[in-house]
């Protein structure tokens, strides 16, 4: 099983980026697929979810509006579309999966698979 983040990068205050993460080894269909960011010295948060078979998504307050989570079935990838980034966005984003749903989500512990994570840099 492998997740594989890219998309990661340097940009200014306001820019955009999009992260993906290529999920290959086995089928998600019945996992939610989340994107969780550490920073420097913090401990790793959660931001967004989206349940693969549904769609449905839910957001931590402080990106709600300016991140958007999706995936393309397709491709077997999941996107984090991120706009109007911030300096306090910095950090290194993962993609996980986990075969929970509910309050369980934005619970790092109940992810089973990991990527290795990208770099996110936003200068002010």
């Known amino acids: 099983v492998q997740l594989v983040e890219s998309g990661g990068g340097l940009v200014q205050a306001g820019d955009s980026l999009r992260l993906s993460c290529a999920t290959s080894?086995?089928?998600?269909?019945?996992?939610?697929m989340g994107w969780f960011r550490q920073a420097p010295g913090k401990e790793r948060e959660f931001v967004a979810a989206i349940h693969w078979s549904s769609g449905s998504t839910y957001y931590v307050g402080s990106v709600k509006g300016r991140f958007t989570i999706s995936r393309d079935n397709a491709k077997n990838t999941v996107y984090l579309q991120m706009n109007s980034l911030k300096p306090e966005d910095t950090a290194v984003y993962y993609c996980?999966?986990?075969?929970?749903?509910?309050?369980?989500?934005?619970?790092?512990?109940?992810?089973?698979?990991w990527g290795q994570g990208t770099q996110v840099t936003v200068s002010s």
């Open positions: 996980a999966a986990t075969s929970s749903w509910g309050s369980a989500i934005t619970n790092k512990g109940n992810y089973n698979y």
């Open positions: 080894g086995r089928t998600f269909n019945r996992y939610a």
